[in-house]
């Protein structure tokens, strides 16, 4: 008896399926080490399928993953920090929570964006991604911070928005895998607002 026929994915699904193994394979071997056929045995798929679906080179596909979880980091931050009441502890409670809890649940993407990809040719693309996060953050912080007037706000803010992101990249990376995001958002909390509370004033 034939085996049935294999069950034709959407592209996009079929994106996702690649940019899944690859995550997990660039984290576990780095970029040098891995290869696409680790990818495609990952994934279940042939060469040329990951190939097709990975953006046609080893390179592209590690800045389609970079890509990826930059945005999903961004986008769970972002959507927490809106989404709290109106008190600016709060909200950055929960914005660095989220934040703890994206880096937890994906962490070999985590592992991509920190560890494997921060030297290199694709170092420009986590620069990148990175340099959103931070003026996503001084963003939410402009509507907090006093700046004396005639001082553009990026000056103040963005200094402060990127030491936050780099403390709560080093947390996290300390933390490893077992970090809960409510101790870390909590300890971050505890070092940071005192400060931030005197800005607001």
């Known amino acids: 008896m034939a085996p049935p026929p294999r069950r034709r994915l959407p592209a996009a699904q079929r994106e996702k399926q690649v940019l899944d193994a690859a995550v997990r394979v660039f984290s576990r071997d780095g970029f040098h080490d891995a290869s696409m056929d680790t990818v495609a045995d990952e994934a279940g798929l042939s060469k040329p399928m990951v190939y097709t679906h990975g953006g046609g ?27 709290a009441p109106a008190d600016a502890e709060v909200r950055l409670h929960r914005g660095l929570r989220a934040f703890f809890a994206s ?73 490893g895998d077992g970090g809960d995001p409510d101790d870390l958002a909590s300890t971050l909390m505890a070092l940071v607002w005192p400060g931030l509370a005197l800005l607001r004033s």
């Open 57 to 83: 080179s080893k390179e592209e596909l590690l800045r389609r993953c970079i890509r990826r979880e930059s945005d999903r980091l961004l986008e769970s931050v972002s959507g927490a920090a809106a989404g």
């Open 103 to 175: 880096v937890t649940t994906h962490r070999d993407g985590w592992s991509v964006l920190y560890r494997q990809a921060r030297t290199g040719a694709l170092a420009d693309e986590v620069h990148a991604a990175r340099t959103r996060i931070v003026d996503r953050v001084a963003q939410l912080l402009a509507a907090e911070l006093v700046v004396p007037e005639g001082v553009d706000p990026a000056t103040v803010t963005t200094p402060i928005a990127a030491a936050l992101a780099g403390a709560a990249e080093g947390l996290a990376d300390w933390a």
